[in-house]
């Protein structure tokens, strides 16, 4: 016997096929001890459409909702708080579980669905540490800068930009300004409104020079794929 809880239209069922990508990428960041399910609030007795490091819980595709769950989802209801406080609970084989539950809505604001993130705190602390620790290898594309607004990122990206090509001394340097202009395609710098004037500006160059160098650039990346 099936327990529905809500129909679920098509375009529902896109919305929480859109989630999958987020379940797997928190898993990814969190380690092999977090647990990260995606339910689907149509049959809650085989509501798992998606899971992550399904081995904390021994779950798979087609699992029940937990009455945790049921819990969350009735409550859902008369709040419109979507993010549960931390619980812990214990799994069959002992685990201690620290979770967090997410309600996904529709655009009517109705519950379709919910991402449950279950950590293993039972997990070795060695474990814990290798999934927090820093890589050995840096990473290529240099330190990531949290910007605050759009300015700042066309600023901060253009001066590390310059002083990287700047730092290569087998360019010439009536090239340079060239050099620095595909580096920024590449970063896709001029996807951003206003980045060809504020780059012109810093490189003393007219915004024509840049557009210049943008139709050179993707001239000669059409004759390489030709």
Known sequence: MTTTHASITVKDKQILDSVKPIVDGIAAFMGENCEVVLHSLESLDCSVIHIANSHVTGRGLGSPITELGMKILRESANTSKDVTDCSYSKTTDGKTLRSITVT????ANKPIGMICINMNMNAPLLSLINTL????????????????????????TLRA????????????????????????IKKGLFDIRGAI??????????????????????????????
Do not use: M, W
């Open 161 to 184: 930009t310059i002083i990287n090509i700047n730092g290569h001394h087998d360019i010439p340097n009536h090239e340079k300004n060239k050099t620095i202009v595909c580096e920024l």
């Open 197 to 226: 004037d504020i780059v012109a500006r810093e490189l003393s160059v007219s915004r024509y020079t840049i557009y210049n160098y943008i139709r050179e650039h993707k001239s000669s990346q059409k004759k390489e794929t030709v």
């Open 133 to 156: 620790a820093i890589p050995q290898a840096e990473n290529p594309e240099g330190p990531e800068n949290f910007v605050t607004n759009l300015d700042e990122l066309i600023q901060t």
């Open 104 to 107: 996904i809505r529709n655009p």
